[in-house]
């Protein structure tokens, strides 16, 4: 056997076949060469420990702002891939809301070479519209040649009606899906956090859960139209996640994912007016909480997505009005997801492993652990408890809400095509 080849020795094997006892023996061209139990280890192979661990298929992110280009002093691809490998992801979907924006073949060629030599497979999605101003469709076909296969003005919904039935006929015929941030912007403007009791006592504007709704209604609506596919983004309301479940009773094309905040926190924190708190869509009530926990247990949400939105500390040391919104989520959610959701463990890794990677279309990560398959792997120690410190993150930038929390279950390698890219949860690039 040739030298550098690795071998993942000792752990249980979780895919979405099932679950079994085994080795992985995984080759330098990024490929599986062998599954099952007590392998020879070869002259010269490597070998990761995964005793008392869970070897898995690789968590695909849907949903990952990497910030580059344009906005460096918060996120690179370097140091936002090297979170995503330490939190087990081997592949993430890099949002379009750039400076300038990924609207264009240009973008998407410059932050695919970027991601070239990351230590995770980046994925693009194009805007949906140029300079995602929601006025004229971006060359979706362009993009579409590259390999972007999902699309989106994230950070602002598709408000034109007719525009966005317009970009689901186009997208129809690529055999391409839309994401949609879904939000009312008349509604939600002038908001800060959720419309409910705990706006009205600290004097925030909110923003209501019908901005969320509507729009999910409506695409629904244009999706039954036009038979175009769409993946509702970070889903936070009841209702919302309603009308998702009855439009997939009715045989609609339709995904949606949540993100690990709109599970794990509520409105009543921002009393403390810190704006780590503040994110799009705002934390919700707990009635919203128990929905989306309900939407992952019952399928109706497809996928747990980071909405990984990191921002450099002054602008986050802002008044709450005005700073930013977004958080941190690539190296906590996986331990979130274990800690917060009442599901088995494999339930859990289908939410942030196959089920996205079809979603994005990223065929070579989230499949079964077996020979010929890539070599995309994260071991996942499920007992390791460990208290979230933001100066230990891997991002450039610190804005998480978990500081100080303890979690449960850990990432102790990544594997990306065939290469250990974390190694006893340090990472190798």
Known sequence: MAEGRLVVRG???VDETGERTGDLLLGDEGTILAAGEDL?????????????????????DLHTHLRQPGNEEAETVETGCRAAALGGYTAVVAMPNTDPPIDCAAVVREVLDLGATAACEVAVAGAITKGRRGEQLAPLGEMADLGVRLFTDDGAGVQDNRLMRRALEYASALGVTLAQHCEDEALAAGGHMHEGEWSSRLGIPGVPSDAEELMVLRDIALARRTGGRVHFLHLSTAGAIEAVRAAKAAGLTVTAEAAPHHFTLSHALVASYDPLYKVNPPLRTDDDITAVKAGLADGTIDAIATDHAPHPPEAKEAPFDQAPPGMLGLETALALALTELDLPVRDVLGLLSWRPARIAGLHRHGGPLTEGAPANVCVIDPAATWTVDP?????????????????????????????????????QR
Request: glycine fraction near 14%; hydrophobic fraction near 45%.
């Open 391 to 427: 100066a230990a993150l891997a991002s450039r930038s610190r804005n998480t809400p978990y500081a100080g929390r303890t979690l449960t279950g850990r990432v102790r390698h990544t594997v990306l095509h065939g290469e250990a890219v974390v190694v006893d949860g340090e990472a």
């Open 40 to 60: 020879d280890v070869p002259a010269g192979a490597t070998v990761l420990d995964a005793g008392g661990c869970i070897v898995a298929p690789g968590l695909v």
């Open 11 to 13: 752990g249980t094997l």
